[in-house]
């Protein structure tokens, strides 16, 4: 079991370029999502998804976009890159009460 | 809305002393917290939750939390702390099951050999 994988590792872009970030399970758990980590501001939900084809806003969704075609995948989009996106993106899925979670992208916008 | 709390950016402590990690939350139904630890370029790790049941919950690595409902307080403690637990530490709480975790912003503790 490989549990929650995302890639890239670490990326870097310039303003105004796009990217997705892909994030895959393999417990098949129904529940995942996408946070990002800022110094001194914990872990904020992006987006999250309840299942295969559905996904919903968490508590800062501005700039991103995400689309949960196949169960295992989770992609989160940058669709015009800005300076204030920098931050370490995190997911993870979910079974019952646990929360697993990726090992992260570190992602520079210049 | 449900929200934690975390009193403390930076806690620091002598290695063998015991050590407390602050944590409380607010939610509007019955709470379910977590504690997870981040160590250095790394991911997330779980060390315990309380659902319900024993008010004292044991975790990985030898930490344990006491869930408090008067004071709406989970704090996070270890016996004696050991210079590898320094990293930073996360309180979550959820109302329902399967609903994201909602994190406090986390506490950087120190153990100083």
């Known amino acids: 079991n490989a549990g929650v994988t995302q890639t890239p590792k670490f990326r870097v872009l310039k303003t105004g370029q796009s990217m997705t970030l892909l994030c895959a399970q393999d417990m098949n758990h129904e529940y995942m999502y996408w946070y990002r980590q800022d110094p001194g501001m914990g872990l904020r939900l992006i987006h999250y998804?309840?299942?295969?084809?559905?996904?919903a806003k968490g508590e800062v969704p501005d700039g991103y976009n995400v689309s949960r075609l196949k169960k295992q995948n989770f992609l989160l989009g940058l669709e015009s890159a800005a300076p204030s996106q920098t931050s370490v993106y995190f997911c993870a899925s979910s079974y019952r009460w646990e929360q697993f979670f990726g090992p992260g992208t570190r992602l520079t916008v210049l | 809305a449900q929200s934690v709390a975390q009193p403390e950016d930076q806690v620091n402590v002598a290695e063998g002393n015991p050590l407390t990690v602050k944590c409380t939350y607010s939610v509007s139904g019955n709470p379910y917290l977590f504690w997870y630890v981040q160590y250095p370029n790394r991911g997330l790790q779980f060390l315990l939750k309380y659902i319900t049941g024993d008010n004292l919950v044991k975790g990985s690595y030898g930490f344990e939390a006491e869930f408090n409902k008067s004071q709406t307080s989970f704090h996070l403690k270890k016996p004696s702390a050991l210079v590898s637990d320094s990293a930073l530490y996360f309180c979550a709480v959820r109302e329902e099951r399967n609903t994201p975790l909602v994190f406090g912003k986390g506490t950087r503790l120190s153990v100083i050999a």
């Open positions: 998804s309840v299942g295969e084809g559905t996904t």
